[in-house]
């Protein structure tokens, strides 16, 4: 696998169930993002993990939990949710280290909340 | 609230004509303005950058025209292909911090015809 991956690609889920999204980078990354993808609406950021600390939660309901077990893996724990929570879930990385901090997009996780 | 307006929402372009989509931004302490593409199905991937220090950053086809007084910055395609049907995003970089945090645009849908 290269790159970053992210399972599962598609998720129907209904209001009083619990998944969990799946990120891997094999990059060498040292910086993990979730964003969300909504049909005309810009990207927007909800979680960023820097050395496997959580360094930013922009204002994200309590019904999503970040997990960053080490810095190659991310997950999003999703429960309760609402209709209104169907999107594109991207996960991202880029090294902090080095130049301009080029993120790496997955291809998401298409979900939807019936 | 910090924001990047991106403009237009849609484009339509003949084969061999020129793209151009626009960028504007609201706070000065950016450092950073990638452009970013995205096709169906994918994550968006780092298309081009540039850093506001210069004007105009070309890439192939690819043209990022930069005007700090303006706080704009806008992307040409030349020669547009079909290939080139996507959406695309522009996005900006805050100085301050290292998280890598980028601020996206609401994204250009662009579909070249034939």
């Known amino acids: 696998e290269t790159g970053v991956t992210q399972t599962p690609r598609h998720l129907v889920m209904g209001m009083t169930n619990k998944k969990s999204l799946k990120c891997e980078q094999h990059?060498?990354?040292?910086?993990m993002y979730w964003y969300k993808q909504s049909a005309k609406k810009p990207l927007e950021l909800m979680f960023v993990?820097?050395?496997?600390?959580?360094?930013e939660n922009n204002s994200v309901p309590s019904r999503f939990s970040p997990e960053c077990p080490n810095s190659s893996h991310l997950f999003l724990h999703l429960h309760t949710l609402q209709p209104e929570d169907s999107a594109l879930y991207l996960c991202?990385?880029?090294?902090?280290?080095?130049?301009?901090?080029?993120?790496?997009f997955g291809p998401g996780t298409r979900l939807t909340v019936l | 609230q910090q924001q990047v307006k991106q403009s237009p929402q849609s484009l339509i372009v003949q084969k061999g004509g020129i793209s151009i989509i626009n960028c504007a931004y609201e706070?000065?302490?950016?450092?950073?303005f990638p452009w970013y593409q995205q096709f169906p199905g994918k994550g968006p991937a780092l298309l081009i950058a540039?850093?506001?220090?210069?004007s105009e950053k070309k890439e192939g086809r690819f043209t990022i025209s930069f005007n700090k007084s303006a706080k704009q910055f806008s992307l040409h395609i030349m020669d547009s292909q079909p290939g080139d049907s996507a959406t695309y995003f522009c996005?900006?970089?805050?100085?301050?911090?290292?998280?890598?945090?980028?601020?996206f645009g609401q994204g250009t849908t662009l579909q070249v015809k034939p």
């Open positions: 991202a990385s880029s090294s902090l280290r080095t130049g301009d901090n080029e993120q790496f």
């Open positions: 990059l060498g990354h040292n910086a």
């Open positions: 993990y820097n050395f496997k600390e959580q360094t």
């Open positions: 706070n000065t302490a950016f450092d950073y």
């Open positions: 540039i850093r506001p220090d210069v």
């Open positions: 996005a900006a970089r805050g100085i301050s911090g290292n998280t890598g945090k980028l601020l």
